[in-house]
């Protein structure tokens, strides 16, 4: 191939555009042979599916088929989630990438997909949404039911047509169900059967007769099959979308399954432009005999003049800068050609300019044969949509109506009753329905119960904090000769600067590092929020200066005129003197927390004894469920983590008062040794648990058999002490550690000895969390969910190098901050863990011994919802500011890597993993 050779390739759904590869290689011979100047062109067609993974996986393959060297462009793809994908990665190469058919309104982002055009409109009010409200209207139909599909595509497409419908148009949306896929992308047929068991058809206030099918081709036929086989309301009016009107079944023809003479389906597809014509006459002059089409297929003149447009803009570029795909762009953006779909222009966002559509209707022919027919056209301005109600038949009601169908099912008026009738009627049923709902409410709380006791019995060694417990590190107030303390406490409310502008304020109106640009608020708009937020807690709000506000829940204030939110901070310096007066045991809580607790409630820790004085301590609050996995002999000392927060939020902003320095912007629970979910307590802050406090946690775990210790395992002498056990070379558990912790290595070396942690009340408690987080995110009963879901949430295995100092702790203890992780801070202060084992056998990590051995522990890593890490960031980002809630983990990108697949986790409870299999080598 020569330098000066223009490669482009077609990257789309070869199944379902079963056509595709013909128009594709019919459009690039057609431009060789009528312009010599593309006598350089080459092109590659490749199978892209319909999903973001296999689009990808394509994008690669025809790189490393290249030599490695990106094509110059992209013809595809057919569905918007493979072309997000698609995008996001040619962009990374500045590939300019043109798609005949994806929708979805989020890749009219230029900045996120900056090489990305297409020959439609995006999904909302600017094409098929827009054009699609306007054909109800002109129907004069008010009220429609959703049924769609949990794609990107059928988010997105949702998500606009509600924001449009429900707003400007004043839409009534009466049903909405979202039906689930499977694990392949195949439609769960219980799903739909639940979604169309839903529709309220009999309801007069909420029913409606027309029903919007928002779903890809593949899905809507089996949808529409079941609804014939079910006899699903036959009058209903199903209205598509162009992602499936105008297409055929994928499996069958339409006439073997669709036994009414008019099914009524309408919908939106490109419009038929007479220039396809033409085009289509010449494919069928290309085409062998057995390739030739009697119309042109949907999308087929956008695939041509995709092509057409592309490879018109790259040899409009001078050819040494062919690979510059800014230039490429816009020569392409500035583009008009006259093709198979009309006249092709682009928005500045790189979207086809004044998009048209065609009402489509499914009907029968004289000969009986089902098809779909132009009723009429639409666009995106007010009044644009029009058609022939001559043309339509609609189900069950006829053709040629003179009037449009209502949008509701007509629903028969009932009879009344007597009123003997129907008061012996309510009598009866309000008897029946109290002596069932006693009967069962008796039975459910001794089932309940029973669960509860059993679960209690199942989980080694809990306890229920029934105290407020501090750590012996909080500065208990002392007394003085005459018997008595005072606290006095500074406080100093402050915002968050931008950082260009710091240059305005003096010194002393900043507070801490300057480069944290956190400013004071004036004496009296302190005064205002401090009085606010004694009165009101972290539930309220206040206005510091006119026309600002200051939420206390999430710590923002925002000018009301404008809506612009910044940070603030509210910071605490305590100061203990001598008065005389009565002593305040609550002196070390932090302000915001102090109020709520009364003295009785708090239990001060005693100092750590001296063998243990440098290990972690634990803050309780009172209805915490904590797990004991060590205990001092003859002592009231225990180690332990955290199954339940009964106020996490709470315990975190008690260690956060206990820095050693509090006039800091920020504090770090590592400085004091002191953690929220973690560490050494006293026993007697807690009790033995009642089925009551086990209810939430309960919840939580769901099936109690994942608490118990796996089958493999040796028998369990003591569920808190940690057994390992040496794996024979010739186990197939042994091969499967060994096959995992080489496969991404890359260099050799010598296994000494691969042993499996047999720890149960670890494992219990990293189930406990691990159920947490599945139960948070896939619902009430994650045992149920697919795998591919489970497989995001929990990593299996990911790797962390150790040493021999802290191995034994680690093992029997689990990955406390204290003694792991706390030299890594580049993507947060947590625990660190890899992806690949080459990472994390370095000797920086995997500290060789004095022998020259090196450890590595095969850990499980319930990572949850994770974000990118902040360097010395002591927990993830908030996702949540209602609630308060923070992401589980966070990450860290190296070269090559994604948000889908990231090198580092990091990790900030210590439940959150479980060292499964511990590794012995030498390099």
Same mark, same amino acid.
């Given at each position: 191939?020569?330098?000066?050779?223009?490669?482009?390739?077609?990257?789309?759904?070869?199944?379902?555009?079963?056509?595709?590869?013909?128009?594709?290689?019919?459009?690039?011979?057609?431009?060789?042979?009528?312009?010599?100047?593309?006598?350089?062109?080459?092109?590659?067609? %490749?199978?892209?599916?319909?999903?973001?993974?296999?689009?990808?996986?394509?994008?690669?393959?025809?790189?490393?088929?290249?030599?490695?060297?990106?094509?110059?462009?992209?013809? *595809?793809?057919?569905?918007?989630?493979?072309?997000?994908?698609?995008?996001?990665?040619?962009?990374?190469?500045?590939?300019?990438?043109?798609?005949?058919?994806?929708?979805?309104?989020?890749?009219?982002?230029?900045?996120?997909?900056?090489?990305?055009?297409?020959?439609?409109?995006?999904?909302?009010?600017?094409?098929?949404?827009?054009?699609?409200?306007?054909?109800?209207?002109?129907?004069?139909?008010?009220?429609?039911?959703?049924?769609?599909?949990?794609?990107?595509?059928?988010?997105?497409?949702?998500?606009?047509?509600?924001?449009?419908?429900?707003?400007?148009?004043?839409?009534?949306?009466?049903?909405?169900?979202?039906?689930?896929?499977?694990?392949?992308?195949?439609?769960?047929?219980?799903?739909?059967?639940?979604?169309?068991?839903?529709?309220?058809?009999? +309801?007069?206030?909420?029913?409606?007769?027309?029903?919007?099918?928002?779903?890809?081709?593949?899905?809507?036929?089996?949808?529409?099959?079941?609804?014939?086989?079910?006899?699903?309301?036959? +009058?209903?009016?199903?209205?598509?979308?162009?992602?499936?009107?105008? /297409?055929?079944?994928?499996?069958?023809?339409?006439?073997?399954?669709?036994?009414?003479?008019?099914?009524?389906?309408?919908?939106?597809?490109?419009?038929?432009?007479?220039?396809?014509?033409?085009?289509?006459?010449?494919?069928?002059?290309?085409?062998?005999?057995?390739?030739?089409?009697?119309?042109?297929?949907?999308?087929?003149?956008?695939?041509?003049?995709?092509?057409?447009?592309?490879?018109?803009?790259?040899?409009?570029?001078?050819?040494?800068?062919?690979?510059?795909?800014?230039?490429?762009?816009?020569?392409?953006? =500035?583009?008009?050609?006259?093709?198979?779909?009309?006249?092709?222009?682009?928005?500045?966002?790189?979207?086809?300019?004044?998009?048209?559509?065609?009402?489509?209707?499914?009907?029968?022919?004289?000969?009986?044969?089902?098809?779909?027919?132009?009723?009429?056209?639409?666009?995106?301005?007010?009044?644009?949509?029009?058609?022939?109600?001559?043309?339509?038949?609609?189900?069950?009601?006829?053709?040629?109506?003179?009037?449009?169908?209502?949008?509701?099912?007509?629903?028969?008026?009932?009879?009344?009753?007597?009123?003997?009738?129907?008061?012996?009627?309510?009598?009866?049923?309000?008897?029946?329905?109290?002596?069932?709902?006693?009967?069962?409410?008796?039975?459910?709380? $001794?089932?309940?119960?029973?669960?509860?006791?059993?679960?209690?019995?199942?989980?080694?060694?809990? /306890?229920?904090?029934?105290?407020?417990?501090?750590?012996?590190?909080?500065?208990?107030?002392?007394?003085?000769?005459?018997?008595?303390?005072?606290?006095?406490?500074?406080? $100093?409310?402050?915002?968050?600067?931008?950082?260009?502008?710091?240059?305005?304020?003096?010194?002393?109106?900043?507070?801490?590092?300057?480069?944290?640009?956190?400013?004071?608020?004036?004496?009296?708009?302190?005064?205002?929020?401090?009085?606010?937020?004694?009165?009101?807690?972290?539930?309220?709000?206040?206005?510091?200066?006119?026309?600002?506000?200051?939420?206390?829940?999430?710590?923002?204030?925002?000018?009301?005129?404008?809506?612009?939110?910044?940070?603030?901070?509210?910071?605490?310096?305590?100061?203990?003197?001598?008065?005389?007066?009565?002593?305040?045991?609550?002196?070390?809580?932090?302000?915001?927390?102090?109020?709520?607790?009364?003295?009785?409630?708090?239990?001060?820790?005693?100092?750590?004894?001296?063998?243990?004085?440098?290990?972690? $301590?634990?803050?309780?609050?009172?209805?915490?469920?904590?797990?004991?996995?060590?205990?001092?002999?003859?002592?009231?000392?225990?180690? *332990?983590?955290?199954?339940?927060?009964?106020?996490?939020?709470?315990?975190?902003?008690?260690?956060?008062?206990?820095?050693?320095?509090? !006039?800091?912007?920020?504090?770090?629970?590592?400085?004091?040794?002191?953690?929220?979910?973690?560490?050494?307590? =006293?026993?007697?802050?807690?009790?033995?648990?009642?089925?009551?406090?086990?209810?939430?946690?309960?919840?939580?775990?769901?099936?109690?058999?994942?608490?118990?210790?796996?089958?493999?395992?040796?028998?369990?002498?003591?569920?808190?002490?940690?057994?390992?056990?040496?794996?024979?070379?010739?186990?197939?558990?042994?091969?499967?550690?060994?096959?995992?912790?080489?496969? !991404?290595?890359?260099?050799?070396?010598?296994?000494?000895?691969?042993?499996? %942690?047999?720890?149960?009340?670890?494992?219990?408690?990293?189930?406990?969390?691990?159920?947490?987080?599945?139960?948070?995110?896939?619902?009430?009963?994650?045992?149920? +969910?697919?795998?591919?879901?489970?497989?995001?949430?929990?990593?299996?295995?990911?790797?962390?190098?150790?040493?021999?100092?802290?191995?034994?702790?680690?093992?029997? $203890?689990?990955?406390?901050?204290?003694?792991?992780?706390?030299?890594?801070?580049?993507?947060?202060?947590?625990?660190?863990?890899?992806?690949?084992?080459?990472?994390?056998?370095?000797?920086?990590?995997?500290?060789?011994?004095?022998? *020259?051995?090196?450890?590595?522990?095969?850990?499980?890593?319930?990572?949850?919802?994770?974000?990118?890490?902040?360097?010395?960031?002591?927990?993830?980002?908030?996702?949540?500011?209602?609630?308060?809630?923070?992401?589980?983990?966070?990450?860290?990108?190296?070269?090559?890597?994604?948000?889908?697949?990231?090198?580092?986790?990091?990790?900030?409870?210590?439940?959150?993993?479980?060292?499964?299999?511990?590794?012995?080598?030498?390099?």
């Amino acid at each position: 191939m020569s330098s000066e050779s223009v490669t482009i390739a077609g990257i789309f759904d070869t199944s379902s555009f079963f056509w595709g590869e013909h128009f594709f290689n019919f459009t690039v011979a057609k431009l060789k042979s009528e312009n010599p100047a593309y006598q350089s062109l080459n092109s590659v067609v %490749v199978d892209a599916a319909c999903d973001e993974t296999t689009a990808v996986r394509a994008y690669w393959k025809l790189r490393t088929d290249n030599n490695n060297v990106p094509v110059h462009g992209i013809v *595809g793809a057919r569905c918007s989630g493979a072309s997000v994908s698609l995008a996001r990665i040619a962009g990374l190469e500045k590939v300019n990438m043109v798609s005949p058919s994806s929708t979805s309104s989020i890749l009219s982002d230029v900045e996120e997909f900056p090489y990305f055009s297409r020959l439609v409109a995006p999904d909302d009010s600017r094409g098929e949404v827009g054009a699609l409200v306007e054909t109800l209207k002109w129907f004069d139909w008010s009220r429609v039911s959703i049924l769609s599909t949990d794609t990107i595509y059928a988010k997105d497409y949702v998500s606009e047509f509600r924001k449009l419908w429900e707003g400007e148009a004043s839409g009534q949306v009466t049903y909405s169900n979202v039906i689930r896929l499977d694990a392949n992308g195949d439609l769960d047929m219980a799903s739909v059967d639940t979604a169309l068991g839903g529709v309220p058809t009999d +309801d007069p206030a909420n029913n409606s007769r027309i029903i919007l099918l928002v779903v890809q081709n593949q899905h809507a036929w089996p949808i529409l099959k079941r609804a014939e086989e079910t006899n699903f309301q036959p +009058d209903t009016v199903w209205v598509g979308t162009s992602s499936w009107v105008g /297409r055929s079944p994928t499996d069958s023809l339409l006439s073997e399954w669709v036994g009414r003479e008019h099914p009524g389906y309408l919908g939106l597809g490109p419009i038929r432009h007479p220039n396809a014509d033409e085009y289509l006459e010449d494919f069928n002059n290309w085409a062998p005999a057995n390739m030739r089409l009697s119309q042109m297929p949907v999308f087929a003149a956008e695939m041509i003049d995709s092509i057409t447009a592309l490879v018109l803009a790259i040899y409009q570029v001078p050819s040494a800068n062919r690979r510059d795909g800014d230039r490429v762009r816009q020569q392409l953006w =500035q583009s008009s050609v006259d093709g198979a779909s009309g006249s092709v222009r682009f928005t500045s966002e790189g979207d086809r300019r004044d998009p048209m559509y065609s009402i489509l209707h499914l009907q029968r022919d004289s000969a009986g044969h089902l098809g779909w027919v132009t009723v009429g056209e639409s666009g995106t301005l007010s009044g644009s949509a029009t058609a022939d109600l001559g043309q339509i038949c609609w189900a069950t009601l006829g053709c040629s109506l003179a009037t449009v169908p209502s949008d509701s099912y007509p629903v028969p008026p009932r009879p009344l009753p007597t009123w003997i009738v129907a008061l012996l009627v309510v009598v009866i049923i309000l008897f029946l329905a109290v002596a069932i709902k006693y009967w069962r409410s008796r039975k459910s709380k $001794q089932k309940i119960k029973k669960e509860l006791e059993t679960f209690r019995d199942s989980v080694v060694g809990m /306890r229920t904090a029934e105290a407020l417990y501090l750590p012996s590190v909080a500065s208990r107030p002392t007394e003085d000769s005459n018997g008595g303390t005072t606290q006095s406490v500074n406080v $100093q409310w402050c915002w968050k600067e931008t950082e260009m502008q710091m240059y305005q304020h003096d010194q002393e109106e900043i507070v801490g590092d300057q480069n944290d640009c956190w400013i004071k608020y004036s004496d009296d708009a302190n005064t205002t929020l401090e009085a606010a937020f004694k009165q009101q807690g972290w539930k309220g709000s206040a206005s510091p200066l006119p026309g600002y506000l200051v939420d206390f829940s999430s710590m923002t204030q925002t000018k009301q005129q404008t809506g612009f939110t910044r940070e603030v901070q509210r910071l605490v310096d305590t100061t203990n003197t001598s008065t005389g007066g009565s002593n305040d045991p609550l002196g070390a809580l932090p302000a915001s927390v102090r109020g709520d607790v009364a003295s009785s409630e708090v239990k001060f820790g005693e100092e750590l004894p001296e063998d243990i004085k440098n290990e972690p $301590q634990m803050v309780l609050v009172p209805g915490d469920v904590i797990q004991i996995s060590k205990q001092k002999k003859d002592t009231d000392w225990a180690f *332990g983590t955290k199954l339940y927060h009964h106020d996490e939020n709470v315990a975190r902003s008690i260690v956060s008062g206990m820095t050693s320095d509090t !006039s800091t912007v920020s504090s770090d629970e590592d400085e004091v040794n002191v953690f929220a979910d973690t560490g050494w307590f =006293q026993m007697e802050a807690t009790r033995v648990p009642t089925t009551e406090d086990l209810q939430a946690l309960k919840r939580n775990v769901g099936d109690t058999d994942a608490l118990n210790a796996p089958s493999h395992w040796n028998d369990v002498a003591d569920p808190s002490v940690v057994q390992v056990q040496e794996l024979k070379k010739d186990d197939s558990e042994y091969q499967k550690v060994e096959r995992a912790f080489k496969s !991404s290595l890359f260099r050799k070396v010598t296994i000494s000895s691969i042993k499996r %942690v047999e720890n149960l009340a670890m494992l219990q408690s990293f189930v406990v969390k691990r159920q947490t987080i599945l139960s948070r995110e896939l619902g009430d009963a994650p045992d149920a +969910d697919t795998s591919r879901q489970r497989q995001r949430l929990e990593r299996c295995w990911l790797w962390h190098g150790t040493n021999v100092e802290v191995m034994d702790k680690i093992l029997q $203890q689990g990955f406390n901050r204290s003694f792991c992780g706390k030299n890594a801070t580049v993507y947060g202060k947590g625990v660190y863990f890899a992806r690949d084992t080459s990472y994390s056998a370095s000797p920086t990590y995997a500290v060789k011994d004095s022998k *020259g051995y090196q450890y590595i522990m095969a850990c499980r890593v319930a990572v949850g919802e994770y974000c990118p890490g902040v360097t010395n960031a002591l927990t993830p980002d908030i996702r949540d500011a209602k609630t308060h809630t923070l992401y589980d983990s966070t990450v860290g990108l190296l070269s090559g890597d994604s948000m889908s697949n990231p090198s580092i986790y990091v990790t900030y409870h210590d439940s959150q993993a479980y060292p499964e299999y511990l590794i012995k080598f030498k390099a």
